[in-house]
């Protein structure tokens, strides 16, 4: 069973609608033992980080999140909450993944939203992905890239396209917006 995490953020249903297209049946749920017991979660999300986080503790998903030993897959506010910290709302963060998450300086139009290549491609989640493909972003906050990042984007700076650490995986981008290659990134997911 594959269980995506229900906590207050969006876009939880597209990410459902493309896991089932996929073939896997998939459950949205806040149980802690539902989640423990799944072959893999997903921690999708669209929406402000003080918010989700104050959800996540209050239903003691924190805790949860950090000790899930299946693969994990963290999309957008989901990446940025796996950090240790999001300028966003000066929030501390689940801690996973050794990076801050920064606003980005409104050089050029933020958000950053639409497609975009991403490159240094390391990581299982990217079987048959090519450096250089494009997959859709939008966020106005991102990650900054350390020993953990797995992809880069450059929109104003360079930061981490994607993000994994042991059993933990993460996607700035929407893999389940990106067509075929978003497709593919979430089957290689599946598969592990």
Same mark, same amino acid.
């Given at each position: ?9 969006? !876009? ?11 073939? %896997?049946?998939?459950?949205?749920? +806040? +149980? ?21 986080? !104050? %959800? #996540?503790?209050?239903? /003691?998903? *924190? ?56 490159? *240094? #491609?390391?990581?299982?989640?990217? !079987? /048959?992905?090519?450096?250089? +493909? ?6 106005? %906050? ?11 984007? !450059? %929109? ?9 650490? +042991? ?24 598969? #592990?």
């Amino acid at each position: 069973m594959i269980a995506i995490v229900k906590y207050n953020a969006g !876009n939880i249903t597209s990410v459902k609608n493309a896991v089932e297209r996929l073939g %896997y049946s998939c459950v949205v749920t +806040d +149980d802690e033992t539902l989640l423990k017991q799944a072959d893999k979660v997903i921690f999708p999300g669209v929406g402000e980080a003080s918010t989700a986080m !104050n %959800y #996540l503790k209050e239903k /003691g998903l *924190d805790e949860v999140i950090k000790n899930l030993t299946q693969p994990v897959l963290g999309i957008c506010l989901g990446q940025q909450l796996l950090c240790q910290f999001s300028e966003e709302g000066n929030t501390e963060c689940l801690g996973i993944f050794d990076a801050t998450v920064k606003r980005f300086e409104p050089k050029l139009k933020v958000p950053h939203m639409g497609w975009n290549n991403i490159s *240094d #491609l390391n990581s299982v989640l990217y !079987n /048959g992905i090519s450096d250089q +493909d494009d997959f859709y972003f939008v966020h106005s %906050y991102y990650a900054e890239i350390g020993k953990e990042t797995t992809a880069i984007c !450059n %929109y104003i700076v360079p930061f981490s396209a994607s993000m994994e650490k +042991d059993n933990f995986f993460a996607t700035q981008f929407h893999p389940e917006k990106s067509s075929s290659l978003g497709e593919q990134l979430l089957l290689n997911f599946l598969k #592990l």
